[in-house]
Every structure is written in structure tokens, then in C-alpha cells.
């Protein structure tokens, strides 16, 4: 039997500018990251943006949004993940003033979920750093990055207070040490100085947009965000058991920071023994201790820790990790584990004891459109149902074991281009957009056979579940 969920569970769905929006260089937009990389995060990035770069035409939310949310509303959205785009803020990054284009069209957004009662939860910087920042000061590796985000948070905060009450800083913060472009390094190969360094900006960023906005508006709640993988030692060996501590601790460092407001004790030793030396400055350590008000992470898979170094890596997310024999994967090789979506709420939440946001989880597949009977077309996309189904009622146990969960957003509750692979056929949506690998498509909407499932969850808040 799955527990009911809280009265005011925010149900909804997430995506990122960069992935729906297109409309990349409209209204005075600059360029990003994003519009140079066509191949997807680990490609090499392209001198200027090319038309094979799928991103550049996303599937143009930014002229279909009203459409898109009105879809939302009609499934019982609650909350709607969404992110602002730097470039149509500050379009350089550096700029002395913000573009006013860029700003409105963010308060048009907000104000159609108003319409619906739908909650805006907004990502500040999710993997779309200005262009010119990434080449003039290598990302977040420059210390004058954290000048240029305090400009950009406080020109948002100012703008959208009373609009906006749900703030991600930084999407899965803890990317960057794996994908260092998803910082704005552009420089090869950096060193883990580097690297660490970059770290040390982006969480007294964080930390500071936090403060920042705390005080403009002192009814908004600030979360972090983290990939979470839960990781697994393959073998009782305690050498993997001990592999797996490290592990874990390279992406608890991040919500650790965040949730207490200081360096963990292990940080010294890993410091120490990879030669690296961050440097402060003065007030870093005050500035760190504006911590957040909730926990929000990703979750798609988990991960098994050896220390053989010989043993394969399988693909997935970002964080790679050790094939488990226990799970299956996904057409795109992540493993599949809803139990350990229960897993890393009540590790979490053990740990810390701040509510939990899951704000990213699904399935990317590959759909056949067919015809639905009714002169229209449709998905027929059980597989997705009993991914997020199998996954909801992980976290209804969690519930049950007490966690505090503040509620759930699937990722890409539309289809949207990949961020690890730019593809458009690695399809996360309750909603199909037509749209194809090669660019071609109408870009028409259709309601997946998913679409009318997640209504019926929202709308008996969970209880339509199947155990
Ligand atoms: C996360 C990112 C998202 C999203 C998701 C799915 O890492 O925050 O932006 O894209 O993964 O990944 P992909 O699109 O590569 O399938």
C-alpha cells in the first residue's frame, strides 16, 4: 500500500532553457555554452553556432510556452522546473545592464503558470554560462565570475520577487568535476587545482545568490542541486567498501557545503593528498555560512565503486560508475534502480534533515508515434509508465520512513533536446514534439498515453500507483 502523499506535494515536470527554448539569438539574447556545443556536453565545442546544433531551434518554447503550459495545467501541474537563461539576461555575462527583452520575457512565462496556480521553480544557471565568460575568464575557474552572477541573481531576484518563490542555484552542481565545460572551463584538461578552485566560486556563489536572496525576498525558499547516485560497492571487499566511501563523499562534499555552511572534515585529507590549495579570500568563510533551505537533486541511476581499476565503466549520466548485474538499463545504458531512489532520500535525509526535492527523473527513450484513433496521434509509452510509476512508489516508502519530501519533477515533462547527447530522439516527455535527429518536424504537440496517466496521479495525489 503507498502511503498518500502530503496534501501539498508539488507535483509537476522540469526542463532547462537551453534544451526547449531555441529562439537563441531573439530578442537579444548572447551566446552560451550550449549554442557551440551540437554534439551535446563532452563534444568539442564548434567556432560559431551550426545548424546541426539542434538546441539553437529546441522545440521553440519560447514562442510556444503559452501552449506548453497550458498542457502542464491540464495534467494538474503544480510546480513547473524551468531555467533562465543567463544570455537573455546579461547577454555577455560582463554587461553593465541587463536586457529588458530577456527580463520580459521570463515575467510572461511566470505569469502564465500563475494563471494555472502552477508554482514556477526556477534554475539560475543550469549548464548555459555566457559564451564570453567561458572564453575571456575560463568559466568559473576566474574568481571575477562570482562578481558577474551576483549581478545576474540580484538583476532576477529583483525582478521576479513576488513572482517566483522556489530558487535552484546551480544545476547538479556537482557536474563540473566530471564535465568541466558544464563550469564554462573551456581550457583542456585542467588540473584538479583548477578544477577545485572553480568549485570553491561556484559554492561561494551559491552560497551568496542565497543570501541575496533571502534578503530580497524573505518568503523564498533556496535549494541546492546535486546529481544524485546512489553508489554501490560491488564486492563485501572492505577495500570497495572503502572506494565507495570516497565516492560518495566526492559528491557529498557539495551538499555538505551547502547544508552546513562549511568544509567537511575529509575535504582536508583529499585536499592535501591531490596537491590542491583553494584560495579564499576574506569573508568566504562567512559567505558560506548562508546555507539553503531545502536539498534538490537528479536521480536516474545508481552506481557500483571497486577499487580494481581494471573493472568496466558503464555509461550514463555524467557520473559513469561500475555496471551492476542486478539492473537492467535504458535504451541509452543507464541502469535503472528505483529502489534507490528510496535509498538516497533517506541517506540524505539522514544526513542532513532538510526537506528533499527529487526535481529530476525519467526515462529517455526512443517513442513510434501511431495514430490514437481519434484523428489524432499518440505515444503508447508503457515502459515510461512503470519507470516513473516503479519510481513513485520508491518514494512513497521513503515517505513512509519518514523523509521529508517536498515534491517531485520529472525531467523533460516535454520532449526536449538531450543534454548529454543533443539528440531529440532521447525523449523524456508526457508530451511528443515532433521534431527529428536531423532537424525536420512540425514541431506539433501530442499528448503521450503517459500525458493522461500522471493526470490520474496527480489528480488522486498518488494513490492511482501501482505497488
Ligand atoms: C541531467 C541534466 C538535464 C537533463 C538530464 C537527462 O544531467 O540536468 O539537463 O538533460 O540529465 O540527460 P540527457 O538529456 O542527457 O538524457
Redesign the pocket.
Known amino acids: 500500500m503507498i502511503k498518500s502523499f502530503p496534501k501539498d506535494f508539488l507535483w509537476g515536470g522540469a526542463v532547462?532553457a537551453n534544451?526547449c527554448e531555441g529562439a537563441y539569438n531573439e530578442d537579444g539574447k548572447g551566446l552560451s555554452i550550449q549554442d557551440v556545443t551540437p554534439k551535446?556536453?563532452i563534444a568539442p565545442m564548434t567556432e560559431k553556432p551550426t545548424e546541426d546544433n539542434l538546441k539553437l531551434v529546441g522545440i521553440d518554447f519560447y514562442h510556444r510556452y503559452k501552449e506548453d503550459i497550458k498542457l502542464f495545467a491540464e495534467m494538474g501541474f503544480k510546480v513547473f522546473r524551468l531555467s533562465i537563461a543567463w544570455t537573455r539576461i546579461f547577454p555577455n555575462g560582463d554587461d553593465a545592464f541587463p536586457n529588458e527583452a530577456g527580463l520580459k520575457f521570463y515575467d510572461d512565462v511566470f505569469d502564465e503558470c500563475h494563471k494555472y496556480g502552477i508554482e514556477p521553480l526556477v534554475t539560475i544557471s543550469?549548464?548555459e554560462t555566457p559564451l564570453n565568460l567561458a572564453k575571456k575568464y575560463n568559466g568559473w575557474a576566474d574568481r571575477r565570475t562570482i562578481g558577474f552572477f551576483e549581478n545576474y541573481v540580484r538583476t532576477i531576484f529583483n525582478r521576479y520577487k513576488g513572482k517566483v518563490k522556489y530558487w535552484l542555484t546551480f544545476?547538479?552542481i556537482n557536474?563540473i568535476i566530471h564535465i568541466p565545460l558544464l563550469g564554462g572551463i573551456v581550457k583542456e584538461n585542467p588540473t584538479k587545482q583548477e578544477l577545485y578552485q572553480a568549485v570553491h566560486h561556484e559554492l561561494v556563489a551559491s552560497a551568496m545568490a542565497t543570501k541575496i536572496a533571502h534578503e530580497i525576498m524573505p518568503e523564498a525558499k533556496v535549494g541546492c542541486m546535486v546529481?544524485a547516485v546512489p553508489i554501490y560497492p560491488l564486492t563485501p571487499n572492505p577495500d570497495d567498501m572503502i572506494a565507495t566511501l570516497d565516492a560518495d563523499r566526492s559528491n557529498m562534499l557539495f551538499t555538505d557545503v551547502h547544508v552546513r555552511g562549511k568544509y567537511p572534515a575529509y575535504a582536508e585529507r583529499f585536499f592535501r593528498e591531490n596537491g590542491i590549495e583553494i584560495k579564499t579570500e576574506p569573508g568566504d568563510e562567512e559567505i558560506l555560512k548562508n546555507t539553503v533551505d531545502f536539498i534538490s537533486f537528479?536521480y536516474?541511476m545508481s552506481a557500483c565503486q571497486t577499487s580494481d581499476p581494471e573493472k568496466l565503466k558503464v555509461k550514463g549520466?555524467?557520473m559513469g560508475g561500475i555496471k551492476n548485474p542486478y539492473l537492467k538499463e535504458s535504451q541509452?545504458g543507464?541502469q535503472i534502480d528505483p529502489k534507490g531512489l528510496r535509498y538516497v532520500l533517506n541517506t540524505m535525509y539522514d544526513r542532513y534533515e532538510k526537506p528533499l526535492f527529487i526535481v529530476?527523473n525519467?526515462l529517455?527513450a526512443k517513442d513510434v508515434l501511431t495514430d490514437d484513433g481519434k484523428g489524432s496521434k499518440t505515444v503508447n509509452d508503457d515502459y515510461r509508465i512503470e519507470y516513473l510509476n516503479d519510481h513513485l512508489v520508491q518514494i512513497g516508502e521513503a515517505l513512509e520512513d519518514g523523509v521529508e519530501i517536498m515534491g517531485y519533477t520529472t525531467?523533460?515533462c516535454i520532449d526536449?533536446?538531450?543534454?548529454?547527447?543533443a539528440q531529440m530522439s532521447?525523449r523524456?516527455g508526457f508530451i511528443y514534439v515532433d521534431r527529428n535527429d536531423d532537424g525536420s518536424g512540425t514541431l506539433t504537440r501530442y499528448k503521450k498515453k503517459s500525458f493522461y496517466w500522471y493526470k490520474e496521479v496527480i489528480k488522486t495525489n498518488g494513490k492511482s500507483l501501482k505497488d
Request: no cysteine; charged share 10%.
Open positions: 532547462a534544451q551535446g556536453m543550469h549548464y544545476n547538479e557536474s546529481i537528479s536516474y549520466n555524467i541509452w543507464w529530476e525519467g529517455g525531467w523533460g526536449l533536446v538531450s543534454a548529454s547527447t532521447k523524456y
